[in-house]
């Protein structure tokens, strides 16, 4: 999940670009938290991984070598989170969203993982070209508030939707133990366009023993595909039954389009917009 420059408000996290929000999308949407700033103060850190995440190498795995920064990996307190990158020659910072778990007491973990798209000619290629050892400079603390889950505390069911690289802040968020410590039972519907666009895979089946149950939908998917068809939002509209709306958390993160029309389906059917959370 990438942003081009700090999360002011809302975000549009397309395939292609990146632009703000229009006033009747955030009319739409639940309130946004207090923006954060970008970063006044730079570290310096090596890359640990850098690798495709996905079979069409649209999607990139980045690992960040923090042991020599414990005040930045310690401020990383939850999912959804963003750390800055600047990068040579780039314009403007991006941010993208932690994938990994926010570390717990006791943790060996001394690095952050992301999930990138390579998008030709912006800084986030530039990222993905990069090599395992070679520096980057990134912000010493880490922004924004995450996923705000006390808001749905008491949810007994939580409906999560992400689209593409949306993936990530998720990821963060189903091996924080999210799903074990509220004891929660949540439905993931993870879009993309086809299986050689979905990263993730291969942490499948951990997520499910953690009790997440996952419906994928793919958008163009080849002729065997046997599962959902389509866009997340015309999945969920098809499959949904929310019966007592009170009981009810969501979270989102991916396309405009989706994030909107999810909104859309679940305060007509009585969920509070402030029982759906975004991490921007």
Not at 29 to 54: G, K, M, S
Request: proline residues 9%.
């Amino acid at each position: 999940m990438l942003l081009r420059s700090a999360p002011r408000r809302l975000h549009l996290l397309r395939p292609h670009h990146l632009r703000l929000l229009s006033a009747a999308a955030l009319a739409s949407a639940a309130p946004a938290p207090v923006p954060p700033q970008a970063p006044t103060e730079w570290a310096e850190a090596p890359l640990a991984a850098v690798r495709p995440a996905t079979a069409d190498a649209s999607l990139y795995h980045v690992s960040l070598d923090l042991s020599a920064h414990g005040d930045l990996l310690a401020s990383h307190a939850a999912a959804g989170q963003f750390l800055p990158f600047r990068l040579p020659a780039a314009p403007y910072p991006i941010f993208l969203a932690i994938a990994s778990p926010p570390p717990s007491p006791g943790s060996s973990s001394a690095a952050f993982d992301f999930l990138v798209k390579r998008l030709p000619g912006t800084p986030s290629a530039r990222l993905c070209d990069l090599r395992p050892g070679d520096l980057v400079r990134v912000g010493a603390s880490v922004v924004g508030r995450g996923f705000e889950v006390a808001r749905i505390a008491d949810a007994r069911d939580v409906l999560v939707f992400a689209t593409g690289s949306g993936i990530s802040p998720i990821r963060s968020l189903i091996e924080s133990g999210f799903v074990e410590n509220n004891k929660t039972g949540v439905s993931l519907f993870y879009g993309v366009r086809n299986l050689q666009r979905m990263a993730y895979q291969e942490r499948f089946n951990d997520w499910e023993a953690k009790g997440v149950k996952i419906v994928p939908v793919l958008s163009r998917p080849d002729c065997q595909w046997t599962g959902e068809r389509g866009y997340v939002q015309n999945v969920f509209s098809r499959m949904k039954n929310i019966v007592n709306p009170s009981s009810v958390g969501a979270i989102l993160c991916g396309h405009k389009q989706m994030t909107e029309e999810i909104t859309r389906v679940l305060v007509a059917d009585g969920l509070s917009k402030d029982r759906i959370l975004t991490n921007f």
